[in-house]
């Protein structure tokens, strides 16, 4: 079945620590994304990435770094610089140019220890 | 102001109802339109996407979009509890030559009830 991967599920990070969420995609979708979900808020786009070796920031990138070496993996880093990372952190993908909306993965939720 | 105003709720409402839920938006060169339902604990699935104005049925959903008044509607016909999200509006511009980047709606919490 073709979807978008999100691992895991829970993650839990020590003050001070930096921590890697996973995305992984086999829709063969060029573009790729990083949103975060908190309660009342709707979506904020943290980074997005149209082709491999290269992303943008979006609205609240600080305290977060992405990498895109392939185009089906576009995972997202919460560094320690980021102070207020408890949220549900959501990986999207869509075809790129094409009239075709983002297809989202089912999340990994952040709490910190 | 926010560029994407959505209905809070939360809404309950007896089951076969007729829901509505509600957008505004406030950046006329916005495009295309979308509806994602999304269950407690999973990511938001796309139900509806729409490009012009008028009204676009799918089964018992119809998206309306009416560009003038920059106000976009989900209507749910014959809800059943397993209508029970939240529903969120997306609204987006086409760049040529870039990623589509959408602004979502804070989203309105629906219960069906039985």
């Known amino acids: 079945d073709g979807g978008i991967t999100q691992s895991p599920k829970y993650l839990f990070r020590k003050e001070g620590q930096n921590v890697t969420l996973s995305c992984e995609q086999n829709?063969?979708?060029?573009?790729m994304y990083w949103y975060r979900q908190d309660p009342g808020q709707g979506l904020r786009l943290i980074y997005y990435?149209?082709?491999?070796?290269?992303?943008q920031k979006g609205d609240i990138a600080e305290g977060y770094s992405v990498s895109r070496e392939k185009k089906e993996s576009f995972p997202l880093t919460v560094t320690s610089a980021q102070k207020n990372p408890t949220a549900f952190y959501l990986c999207?993908?869509?075809?790129?140019?094409?009239?075709?909306?983002?297809?989202f993965g089912d999340g990994t939720r952040l709490s910190i220890l | 102001q926010k560029e994407v105003e959505q209905d809070p709720g939360p809404l309950s409402v007896p089951e076969g109802a007729i829901v509505s839920l509600n957008c505004t938006y406030s950046?006329?060169?916005?495009?295309?339109f979308m509806w994602y339902r999304q269950y407690s604990r999973k990511g938001p699935e796309l139900l509806m996407y729409?490009?012009?104005?008028g009204n676009k049925e799918d089964g018992r959903f119809t998206a309306q979009v009416d560009k003038s008044s920059k106000y976009i509607s989900l209507f749910i016909r014959d809800s059943q509890p397993s209508d029970s999200a939240t529903y969120l509006c997306?609204?987006?511009?086409?760049?040529?030559?870039?990623?589509?980047?959408?602004?979502f709606g804070s989203g309105t919490q629906l219960t069906v009830l039985p």
């Open positions: 829709l063969n979708h060029d573009a």
């Open positions: 990435s149209q082709i491999v070796n290269d992303f």
């Open positions: 999207a993908s869509s075809i790129q140019d094409r009239n075709q909306p983002q297809h």
């Open positions: 729409t490009y012009s104005s």
């Open positions: 950046n006329s060169a916005f495009q295309y």
């Open positions: 997306a609204i987006g511009l086409i760049s040529s030559g870039s990623a589509r980047q959408l602004t």
